[in-house]
């Protein structure tokens, strides 16, 4: 079992910065990918972008050069950082662990508003 604790998110105006942090424990395994998805109200949840524990690094083409993922492999922790935010970017982002391309546990999902 792998719990995953989220932190961050909230309310924030358009343009604005948010970041997101997410800590893994329990059986966590050597080679392993995190990383963030996010869904939006009547939408199906959609990759943000993933990290493997070597630092390769998977992003959605279309938040490329506006979100940044990094990780700390020796904490399990994974940090998201979001610029130039959007209000379309509003919606729940989860916290995602796995290995190769299986997500195997979710975050319980915390909440970003942006404001227009």
């Known amino acids: 079992q792998v719990q995953l604790v989220e932190s961050g998110g909230g309310l924030v105006q358009a343009g604005g910065s948010l970041g997101l942090s997410c800590a893994a424990s329990?059986?966590?395994?050597?080679?392993?990918?995190m990383g963030w998805y996010r869904q939006a109200p009547g939408k199906q949840r959609e990759l943000v972008a993933t990290?493997?524990?070597?630092?390769?690094?998977n992003y959605a083409d279309s938040l490329k050069g506006r979100f940044t993922i990094s990780r700390d492999s020796a904490k399990n922790t994974v940090v998201l950082q979001m610029n130039s935010l959007k209000p379309e970017d509003t919606a729940v982002y989860y916290c995602?662990?796995?290995?190769?391309?299986?997500?195997?546990?979710w975050g319980q999902g915390t909440q970003v508003t942006v404001s227009s």
């Open positions: 329990g059986s966590i395994f050597s080679s392993n990918k």
């Open positions: 990290i493997t524990n070597a630092g390769f690094t």
């Open positions: 995602s662990y796995g290995l190769g391309s299986c997500v195997a546990y």
